[in-house]
Nanobody
Framework: QVQIVASGGGLVQPGSSLRLSCSAS????????IGWFRQAPEKEREEVSC????????YYPDSVKGRFTISRDHAKNTVYLQMNSLKIEDTAEYFC????????????????WGQGTQVTVSS
């Protein structure tokens, strides 16, 4: 059974940075396209980043472009989401998901989901 775990959330002030981690213990994340999603209260879940398994290409929506960076650490079997210049509107529960496909895709196309990690940006 594919199990992935998201971690690294916390409470930070606006302008701060956090690094989220998505890891797995029973299989290699290298073979999966990994997406990061977030969901704020009373809002729809949105994708904030993706890294493909085929060529490492990445995706960011305009809301986080230039502030968030997704990357893989092959040795640690972990995908990171580095979040800089955090804003209050970044407050949400963040999830990572794995897709058994070489390219990034829509939310419903992801096969495996980890539990969320809460990110709260507040002054």
């Amino acid at each position: 059974q594919v199990q992935i775990v998201a971690s690294g959330g916390g409470l930070v002030q606006p302008g701060s940075s956090l690094r989220l981690s998505c890891s797995a213990s029973e299989f290699s994340l290298d073979f999966y396209t990994i997406g990061w999603f977030r969901q704020a209260p009373e809002k729809e879940r949105e994708e904030v980043s993706c890294i493909s398994s085929s060529d490492g290409s990445t995706y960011y929506p305009d809301s986080v472009k230039g502030r968030f960076t997704i990357s893989r650490d092959h040795a640690k079997n972990t995908v990171y989401l580095q979040m800089n210049s955090l804003k209050i509107e970044d407050t949400a529960e963040y999830f990572c998901a794995a897709r058994d496909d070489p390219d990034c895709g829509y939310e419903y196309e992801y096969d495996y989901w980890g539990q969320g990690t809460q990110v709260t940006v507040s002054s």
